[in-house]
T-cell receptor, first 115, second 112 residues
Framework: NAGVTQTPKFQVLKTGQSMTLQCAQDMNHEYMSWYRQDPGMGLRLIHYSVGAGITDQGEVPNGYNVSRSTTEDFPLRLLSAAPSQTSVYFC??????????????FGPGTRLTVT | GDSVTQMEGPVTLSEEAFLTINCTYTATGYPSLFWYVQYPGEGLQLLLKATKADDKGSNKGFEATYRKETTSFHLEKGSVQVSDSAVYFCALRGRTGNQFYFGTGTSLTVIP
């Protein structure tokens, strides 16, 4: 199993540009999520999905869109990049809550800089 | 709502010292509790977990016990190594619903 994969690893954007961060998992997990990690802020949830066709907002959804057309893929779209979106982005997946015991598996991250 | 509070860092220890990183939680019902570790430039990896009260999770010499009476899940290791230098995150997942809640992370540096 490749686990959770993310592309690209690094990206530099200019303000106003759009782009899509890719995330895929091969573990047949129902639950997928996107976080951003900023110094001193820990992990903040952007969007999540409990299955194909179902997405919902997390703590910091503004400026980001997601869709989930397949179980495997959960892309994150930045519509019009802003310097405040400079961050490290992590995708994660898990089996849906079965008494809450299932852990999340994380991708290696995408380091995004917006100038 | 559900939340996790963990000890602020950074923490600097000498090799072979004892480590404790405190974690307390607020949750409805009985969540599952997790410790994740993040090495520089990498994603988070599960270190250990406990899914019910009084469970002890352990891995690589690290241990944490799920204490319902004190709503805590403190991470301990008896003798740290330089290779343990990383950021440690405490997290919970409720019994219903799917979301995870993370603490802000504690950076550990172990010096030889």
């Amino acid at each position: 199993n490749a686990g959770v994969t993310q592309t690209p690893k690094f990206q530099v954007l200019k303000t106003g540009q759009s782009m899509t961060l890719q995330c895929a998992q091969d573990m047949n997990h129902e639950y997928m999520s996107w976080y951003r990690q900023d110094p001193g802020m820990g992990l903040r949830l952007i969007h999540y999905s409990v299955g194909a066709g179902i997405t919902d907002q997390g703590e910091v959804p503004n400026g980001y869109n997601v869709s989930r057309s397949t179980t495997e893929d959960f892309p994150l779209r930045l519509l019009s990049a802003a310097p405040s979106q400079t961050s490290v982005y992590f995708c994660a997946s898990s089996y849906s809550s079965s008494g809450g015991s299932n852990e999340q598996y994380f991708g290696p991250g995408t380091r995004l800089t917006v100038t | 709502g559900d939340s996790v509070t963990q000890m602020e860092g950074p923490v600097t220890l000498s090799e072979e010292a004892f480590l404790t990183i405190n974690c307390t939680y607020t949750a409805t019902g009985y969540p599952s509790l997790f410790w994740y570790v993040q090495y520089p430039g990498e994603g988070l990896q599960l270190l250990l977990k406990a899914t019910k009260a009084d469970d002890k999770g352990s891995n690589k010499g690290f241990e944490a016990t799920y204490r319902k009476e004190t709503t805590s899940f403190h991470l301990e290791k008896g003798s740290v190594q330089v290779s343990d230098s990383a950021v440690y995150f405490c997290a919970l997942r409720g019994r219903t619903g799917n979301q995870f809640y993370f603490g802000t992370g504690t950076s550990l540096t172990v010096i030889p």
